[in-house]
């Protein structure tokens, strides 16, 4: 049974038993024209859209359906995270291929409403279309945060210091693996695998460090560590000295990519898929800092500092002289 | 030139130099993780959001860029229009195939941008991500409305009278036109072309409309008028007698369909892409409603009422008996 065996009106119903119950906010939901919600009060609102594609940002061979929803979620998730908010409503839009079984389709949905629910964030609407090629999901995500409480890219000032939470370079050695390995992952790989395949966006962190106020920049990794430090560095007009031995590199990627002569630190850099915190934090509002991110239970790395020379540097005893002197280039999908 | 020959920072150039500047609401525009705007007072929100998808819902060989681009943010206003909402701002995601020509991407923004400009809807944000097959424009749309002030589709009661603006059956016989005749069109039948790639939504009008508290239901001919009059009458509980013989069917429409043996009525009320609106009224609004539509300068024209017996009807002389006695099914993408 594939999705082609059904009308478009069960598709939305099989959606719609797998939501939470719509919060009294929601006026009118799935169903209509359009939802209608009462915004939040006091509350400025942060939206943000993301899309992916099949063969473009996930594989169907070897990503299973409830990660390819899971991951159309965390993206747009990631993104209110580093704008430090609430999130609050998705809509959904979704171009299937006809072939699509039905059990998948089941599978995808049931990936990203679960992670809607664990992070309270509920489906308003969406559309459902047929696609004669890929499969694309394309969510819009909005979220609140108190007035002037949103981290933007370009606060980072001379001096304040960059951290960056949990670890970087374990998504993209996973998803070297997948693509690469038929056999199953060793522990530390499989560590890998999975936060590839179920990245976990910082939601709460994002949240806690927007409220107190400590943090002057904040972008998510999506594109990797390099492409944030080189966005945070541009659009606050600062410069940027990353100390490259302090990287907090999954020890599963390290292995991963030294075993096969690529530089940790680069491979790591340049990594998409980590949906980490980038962060940027004045000196005198360290403590107020690193409390907020106690309080959310993440890891937090001090990575580097702003600079008043505006170039990027990447530095230390884990830098190879030859890739030592150009910072690495971030992740595009065009060009 | 095509976009892969372009970054993909360099097309959100392109973009955004075709915008209207942002209004002071928008606190965060195009260029950060997230959008941040503040919202409008006292007013309820409206969120829609609507995909095309080249090879289902546009054809690139007859389609010119600007039309997919108009068509993109139309339907989307559409929406917003049934639900009687003032447009306010749009999220753009965008999947592009890698050998598009990058005139066609710039058309493709002007033509959307046009549209958004005339209707004072903002580009808050979107995403731009190659696409391994087809063209896809994702448009994410939120209007606002007074509380209380949306229109849906449950509200139609018993005798309330069922009213459509302009005129059905022109996109379809347009879009039959583009496909099946290389010769330029009659003046009529341009008239049906232009309507099928050029389409207008109804926003004032749902605008004014909504204002005057005169309409029970309201939604839009996205997949043709039966379609809209199912989907009223079953979420109203109520049924529906429409009178074949008061459809405003576009001529040309209707000389086309019969030139082809097809039943006009039937050919009219299935033909998707219209973008006029259904709207109920009770007998005792239908002179605030017929000011609003006045005010709102377009053609309305009652076609039927809404019944106690739960059941779809269409009678008239100009229903041939062996069509007469089952209501069109409307047109749907999946089944």
């Known amino acids: 049974v594939t999705v082609s065996d059904l009308t478009e009106r069960e598709l939305v119903a099989r959606i719609r038993e797998r939501l939470a119950p719509p919060p009294a906010w929601m006026l009118v939901g799935i169903g209509d024209d359009a939802a209608v919600v009462e915004p939040a009060r006091n509350r400025q609102e942060v939206l943000t859209v993301d899309a992916i594609v099949e063969g473009i940002h996930f594989d169907r061979r070897f990503t299973p359906p409830d990660a390819i929803g899971h991951r159309a979620l965390a993206v747009n998730l990631s993104d209110l995270a580093a704008m430090g908010a609430e999130p609050r409503l998705a809509l959904l839009s979704l171009a299937l291929p006809g072939t699509l079984p039905c059990d998948d389709f089941d599978r995808i949905?049931?990936?990203?409403?679960?992670?809607?629910?664990r992070h309270r964030i509920h489906v308003a609407g969406g559309n459902l279309t047929k696609s004669p090629g890929p499969l694309m999901l394309d969510v819009t995500a909005i979220g609140t945060?108190?007035?002037?409480?949103?981290?933007?890219?370009?606060?980072?000032?001379?001096?304040?210091?960059?951290?960056?939470?949990?670890?970087?370079?374990?998504?993209?050695?996973?998803?070297?693996?997948?693509?690469?390995?038929?056999?199953?992952?060793?522990?530390?790989?499989?560590?890998?695998v999975q936060r590839y395949l179920y990245p976990e966006p910082r939601v709460r962190t994002g949240l806690l460090v927007g409220r107190s106020r400590s943090a002057s920049a904040c972008m998510d990794l999506s594109d990797g560590l390099a492409d944030a430090v080189r966005q945070v560095a541009e659009t606050s007009g600062v410069g940027v000295?990353?100390?490259?031995?302090?990287?907090?590199?999954?020890?599963?990627?390290?292995?991963?990519?030294?075993?096969?002569?690529?530089?940790?630190?680069?491979?790591?850099?340049?990594?998409?898929?980590?949906?980490?915190?980038?962060?940027?934090?004045?000196?005198?509002?360290?403590?107020?800092?690193?409390?907020?991110?106690?309080?959310?239970?993440?890891?937090?790395?001090?990575?580097?500092?702003?600079?008043?020379?505006?170039?990027l540097q990447l530095r230390g005893a884990a830098v190879d002289s030859s890739s030592g002197a150009a910072f690495p280039q971030g992740f595009s999908h065009f060009r």
């Open 145 to 192: 945060v108190k007035p002037r409480g949103a981290l933007t890219r370009g606060g980072a000032r001379v001096r304040d210091e960059l951290y960056v939470t949990g670890t970087i370079g374990a998504a993209a050695a996973g998803l070297q693996h997948l693509r690469e390995v038929e056999e199953p992952a060793s522990e530390r790989m499989a560590l890998c």
């Open 241 to 311: 000295h990353i100390d490259a031995d302090t990287l907090p590199i999954e020890p599963g990627a390290r292995d991963w990519f030294a075993a096969r002569g690529a530089d940790p630190c680069v491979s790591s850099m340049t990594g998409g898929d980590d949906y980490e915190l980038l962060l940027t934090v004045p000196p005198r509002r360290r403590r107020s800092f690193l409390a907020a991110a106690r309080v959310a239970g993440v890891a937090i790395t001090r990575i580097g500092v702003c600079t008043a020379e505006r170039e």
């Open 109 to 117: 949905v049931d990936g990203l409403t679960a992670l809607a629910k």
